[in-house]
């Protein structure tokens, strides 16, 4: 039988960062999006309700066990604040998730701790690739074993906060399978290239990465000689995102429905009028839906299943989902959703880019 009632801890998990994100988040994400900087003390305090820390088993310093239900259940409260904001505050667990879930003990040692800090460390991750059909499968970025060493040859995309990491974890491909590489920022051959300039998440920094016969000892290798099982990695990061658009397509939905209920127009509300009734009742259903589908991976995830069916199919309905609610946001706010100083055409520049996150965050 199926149980979806929150254990304490979640609901105060939830309740903590859905306080965060109305009382700090929404009252700067608007900004932040015109002027591409997110105030480094909201991020901060995002990072001090400590959702990284309570994933990471107490031997490696932190107090918790890893739970992708939980992690889930917080994304898509971060993410209803602010899709840019979220995923800033989770670009550590880029690295560190992939530690907890395929590292070797002497890399958990290593690596670990820093992640149960004060602040954040300065890490970040880099899988997506410039290239049109890009597959995270089957990566052009390629890794060469000599002797106890790799070479690294590639460039990446999308890589979050790159130009104040001080470690790399790079994907790769070795042998046509996709593996991670540690990388440090003072490695010969490694160019960090000018911050993207992207449609949305602007407030997020993402810089390309080049990689041109990089060096790294073979104990750089994520799971040592064993390598990781990337496809459990991606499924991971794939109900993330999925969790993520579901915030985005919540916040669209809320704005919409409230803005409906009180824009009166010839005498009564806009939500009385069926074509906005329905349409708000479709967003609902999608929004629902969606959700149920997220968590049914993650429990997946949380039982050490193959959840890849259930996170590709739920990864392509939410895909779909979270750009057909946000533009019915914009559609219900008539012409003020087509302006600037209204939140939902940042959520459908947002909601566009889901399809191509791959890689930018984890649960």
Request: glycine letters at 10%.
């Amino acid at each position: 039988m199926i149980d979806f009632e929150l254990d304490e801890e979640q609901k105060m998990l939830v309740q903590a960062i859905g306080r965060f994100a109305q009382e700090r988040v929404r009252k700067v994400f608007r900004d932040a999006d015109e002027e591409r900087e997110i105030p480094p003390e909201v991020v901060q305090a995002g990072w001090e309700i400590g959702l990284l820390p309570t994933s990471i088993p107490e031997q490696y310093g932190g107090f918790g066990e890893h739970s992708a239900v939980t992690g889930v259940l917080a994304i898509e409260a971060f993410a209803y604040g602010d899709l840019a904001v979220a995923l800033n505050i989770g670009v550590p667990g880029l690295v560190a998730l992939p530690l907890l879930l395929g590292g070797t003990e002497e890399q958990k040692e290593t690596y670990l701790p820093q992640f149960c800090a004060e602040a954040p460390p300065q890490v970040t991750a880099g899988l997506t690739e410039p290239f049109v059909q890009f597959d995270p499968r089957r990566l052009a970025t390629t890794a060469t074993r000599e002797n106890g060493t790799y070479r690294l040859n590639g460039t990446k995309r999308m890589v979050p906060l790159a130009d104040a990491a001080d470690t790399f974890l790079v994907y790769a491909n070795e042998g046509g399978q996709t593996q991670a590489f540690f990388v440090s920022r003072e490695t010969a051959g490694l160019a960090i290239g000018p911050r993207e300039k992207l449609m949305g998440i602007r407030g997020l920094p993402t810089f390309s990465l080049a990689l041109d016969n990089v060096q790294v000892p073979a104990a750089n290798r994520l799971g040592g000689e064993a390598g990781i099982d990337f496809g459990r990695i991606l499924n991971h990061s794939r109900v993330a995102l999925g969790a993520a658009a579901v915030g985005v397509a919540r916040a669209g939905y809320d704005y919409a429905r409230d803005y409906a209920k009180n824009r009166v127009q010839f005498g009564e509300p806009i939500a009385q009028r069926q074509a906005i009734a329905f349409m708000l009742a479709e967003m609902a259903i999608d929004v629902d839906a969606a959700r149920l589908m997220v968590w049914e991976a993650a429990w997946q995830l949380d039982r050490e299943q193959d959840a890849t069916r259930e996170a590709t199919v739920m990864k392509q309905y939410v895909d779909d989902m979270v750009v057909r609610v946000a533009d019915r946001a914009v559609q219900t706010l008539g012409g003020y959703g087509y302006i600037r100083e209204f939140p939902a055409e940042l959520w459908l520049r947002n909601a566009r880019g889901f399809a191509a996150f791959d890689g930018l965050a984890m649960v």
